[in-house]
């Protein structure tokens, strides 16, 4: 789901972007900070989310980043029981190995043949795995390039249940200008900037997974 021109990626090359020390005084890096700040305002506009991180170096990083927040959050409410994460079949290898990372455990939701999610299936798991749902990681649009339709409702019976809902935003390049996670239901989100404006892809390079999230966790956010 992506196209990254070279063109695009030149930037990245210009010595005034390219040579800051990582330890630079931060009265010499204050352009960066207006770059980042920016960049930071920018996403939670377009995600519907009350702030964003741009700390995570990879969409997996972003993962693990928001599933530790979920955790800490309902912790902090007395909820230390809910440690298992629904994840539709379809979903990207990383989102379990965040899970896994994350020391929660993972229920597998199914996919039906259509490419949605198999409500059926996603309303038995609720129930069985009951008081003990951290949540779901949900990717819209799914990694087969499918709009779940009932995306709202999903969200809807999980926090029903008690659950938190991580909407993996990798696809955001499909999404941007036509619908905002923070607003359909999600409660934190990772995004790959790999894939919505052409930079490097994370893991070993300089790449950004950005890390949105609600004003509910943040009273004092914007
Ligand atoms: C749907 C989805 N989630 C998560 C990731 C993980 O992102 P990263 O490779 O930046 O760790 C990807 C990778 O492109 C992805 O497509």
Redesign the pocket.
């Known amino acids: ?1 992506k196209l990254n021109a070279a063109a695009e990626m030149e930037p990245i090359s210009w010595p005034e972007f390219a040579n800051i020390h990582p330890l630079a005084p931060q009265d010499q890096a204050q352009g960066w900070h207006e770059l980042i700040e920016q960049l930071e305002g920018w996403l939670a506009e377009i995600t519907g989310y009350a702030a964003v991180s741009v700390q995570p170096n ?4 972003g ?1 693990l980043a928001g599933l530790l927040a979920i955790r800490r959050y309902q912790v902090d409410r007395g909820e230390t029981q809910r440690k298992t994460i629904l994840i539709p079949s379809s ?2 290898g ?2 379990a190995a965040s899970a896994v990372l994350a020391d929660l455990k993972v229920v597998v939701v199914a996919t039906a043949s259509d490419g949605l999610i198999d409500h059926e299936d996603l309303k038995a798991k609720i129930e069985s795995v009951g008081d003990e749902l951290a949540g779901i990681m949900v ?1 819209y649009p799914s ?1 087969h390039g499918v709009y779940d339709t009932d995306i709202s409702m999903v969200c809807e019976a999980i926090h029903d249940a008690g659950g938190q809902v991580y909407v ?1 935003g ?2 955001l390049n499909a999404l941007m200008g036509l619908a905002r996670p923070g607003k359909f239901g999600g409660d934190v989100s ?1 995004l ?1 900037l ?2 919505t404006f052409c930079i490097p ?3 070993g390079g300089p ?1 950004v ?1 950005p890390w949105p999230w609600p004003s509910t966790w943040c009273p004092t956010c914007r």
Do not use: C, V, Y
Not at 58 to 61: I, K, L, R, T
């Open positions: 789901m990879a969409g997996s990083q993962e979903a990207h990383t989102n990717t990694t993996d990798a696809n990772h790959n790999h894939k892809h994370g893991g790449g997974g």
